[in-house]
């Protein structure tokens, strides 16, 4: 019931910042939880991190914890994920998800590359 589009992704270096957004079109943004997923090439899928409607339940993988946060804007139709100290490791296809832990991650974006390479 939601698309999402994800940019932000690009090439930087170790230690280095980027920002990821994800855009939303639909009219229930408000009101389901979102959540970040990363593959890199010939690994599994992983969770990131994840965010409930109203921001109250947060969650991240223990590999990213105190470095990358995550945030929604409900007037904007947005969720943020902001990446710091970046390593070659966090280097994948990033992607957005719309549902739930409970009920699945029923719409996905189209994914944004994140390359961290020196």
């Known amino acids: 019931q939601v698309q999402l589009v994800e940019s932000g992704g690009g090439l930087v270096q170790p230690g280095a910042s980027l920002k990821l957004s994800c855009a939303a079109s639909?009219?229930?943004?408000?009101?389901?939880?979102m959540a970040w997923f990363r593959q890199a090439p010939g690994k599994e899928r992983e969770f990131v991190a994840s965010?409930?409607?109203?921001?109250?339940?947060?969650a991240y993988t223990d590999s990213v914890k105190g470095r990358f946060t995550i945030s929604r804007d409900n007037a904007k139709n947005t969720v943020y994920l902001q990446m710091n100290s970046l390593k070659p490791d966090d280097t994948a296809v990033y992607y957005c998800?719309?549902?739930?832990?409970?009920?699945?991650?029923?719409?996905w974006g189209q994914g944004t590359q994140v390359t961290v390479s020196s």
């Open positions: 998800a719309a549902g739930s832990a409970g009920n699945g991650w029923y719409n």
């Open positions: 965010i409930s409607r109203s921001s109250y339940n947060i």
């Open positions: 639909g009219r229930t943004f408000g009101r389901i939880a």
